[in-house]
């Protein structure tokens, strides 16, 4: 019994279907949010999709500001600038509106901008989160537009430290948004390579969270499902854009990929983190790259646990079956086998394998892997996703 003991966290109020974008104003009043910052990427920012959302806050005579410089790994300089816009126009909550980035960004806006301290103090290490002036921190309203982090669902955000090339993990729990709208008619019409991309990181989200050591039935039940629901309808989604069934279901199994991981993650996100801030990489793509070899890398500790999740899935063959399984969807998404597909022009000599392996065993996500993920573990598994060997 002694092996039973853990934390359980579960997220927050979720407006689930088509349309229910238009309830943002509702949202607004049952959090006591009057004057919200609007944040959300630059690309985003130039579609008839936000265009049509701001529409619904000035038709309720809602007063708001738009902040749109966020990188797609948010570095602190977007932090900066949103923090002073939020400050500037008064701003007393925030709409993050958009993907993993805007989700990210907007959270870190509310919750950093009435603390003193430097946003790396409240890094997720130890209980660094109590540091916080918690009653500083203003609240949320999520509207995810992809179907991949589960960001909305999500207490921390990351950012990239730009003097060290390192992803952060930034936590505290009332950066749990307030209210998510998951509106799938909002992600309708998503570029394919973004589909595939965010769909393979909830995939990667579940996938980890489920081959995490430690006791999370619960986590385990969620991350199998949402498991299922990305093979069932991820192509789908991938191949028509606009079938909102599908994009509903990915929307679904994101949040849920989320709500898992609180029982960790592992090495293909440890890897993942130092390839996108070094190269500026779509991280759940590159999620997608690693997955194939962190399977065969922890197949001792998690051979068993596949062969359960394969039986649900309805897949033949245990963990080979599994993995063929895996390799198919990515080859279906058109997702680079290798590192050199997903990076053009891609060199990497042996220090810069060091220095991306140093910084992959101290990541964070790297305590939840199945098996220990040593510098030399690291190396091997750079060096398999960069020539493809598996």
């Known amino acids: 019994m002694s092996k039973l003991v853990s934390k359980w966290n579960y997220p927050t109020t979720v407006r689930f279907g088509a349309g229910r974008v238009s309830e943002l104003p509702d949202a607004l009043s049952a959090t006591g949010i009057k004057r919200p910052l609007f944040v959300t990427d630059p690309g985003l920012a130039k579609l008839p999709v936000v265009a049509q959302t701001l529409r619904i806050l000035a ?10 410089d ?21 701003h007393d909550g925030v709409i993050a509106f958009g993907g993993g980035s805007a989700l990210d960004l907007g959270k870190l806006i509310a919750f950093q901008a009435g603390q003193a301290r430097p946003v790396w103090d ?5 209980d660094w989160w109590t540091r916080a002036d918690s009653g500083a921190i203003a609240p949320i309203i999520a509207v995810p537009t992809t179907a991949g982090t ?32 998951a509106d799938a008619e909002l992600t309708a019409g998503m570029p394919s390579f973004i589909t595939a991309g965010t769909g393979m990181d909830a995939l990667a989200h579940c996938l980890e969270a489920y081959c995490a050591p430690g006791y999370h039935p619960m ?39 989320a709500t898992a991981f609180q029982k960790g993650l592992g090495a293909i996100h440890s890897l993942s983190h130092p390839i996108g801030a070094l190269y500026d990489t779509h991280h759940g793509m590159t999620n997608a790259v690693f997955m194939p070899y962190v399977l065969a890398f922890n197949r001792p500790a998690i051979e068993e646990r596949i062969g359960r999740l394969s039986s649900y899935l309805g897949i033949k063959g245990g963990f080979d079956g599994f993995t063929t399984a895996v390799l198919k969807l990515r080859k279906d998404l058109k997702v680079p086998h290798a590192l050199p597909g997903l990076i053009k022009g891609l060199e990497m000599d042996k220090k810069r394998k060091m220095l991306i392996a140093d910084m992959a065993v101290v990541d964070p996500t790297a305590g939840g892997n199945p098996v220990k993920l040593t510098k030399k573990a690291a190396l091997q598994l750079l060096d398999n996703a960069l020539t493809g060997t598996l």
Do not use: Q, Y
Request: no cysteine.
């Open 219 to 257: 986590a385990d039940g969620i991350a199998v499902e949402g498991i299922r629901l990305v093979f069932e309808n991820l192509p789908k989604a991938f191949a028509n854009g606009n079938d909102l069934t599908a994009r509903a279901h990915m929307m679904s199994a994101a949040a849920m990929g």
């Open 150 to 181: 589960g960001s909305e669902v999500g207490r921390a955000g990351v950012i990239t430290h730009e003097a060290t090339h390192t992803k952060k993990v930034i936590f505290h729990p009332k950066m749990l948004p307030a209210i998510v709208i």
């Open 70 to 90: 966020v990188k797609p790994n948010p570095i602190e300089s977007n932090l900066t600038a949103g923090i002073a816009a939020f400050k500037k126009g008064k």
């Open 59 to 68: 038709d309720a005579k809602v007063p708001h500001a738009v902040f749109s």
């Open 122 to 126: 409240f890094e997720d290490i130890g």
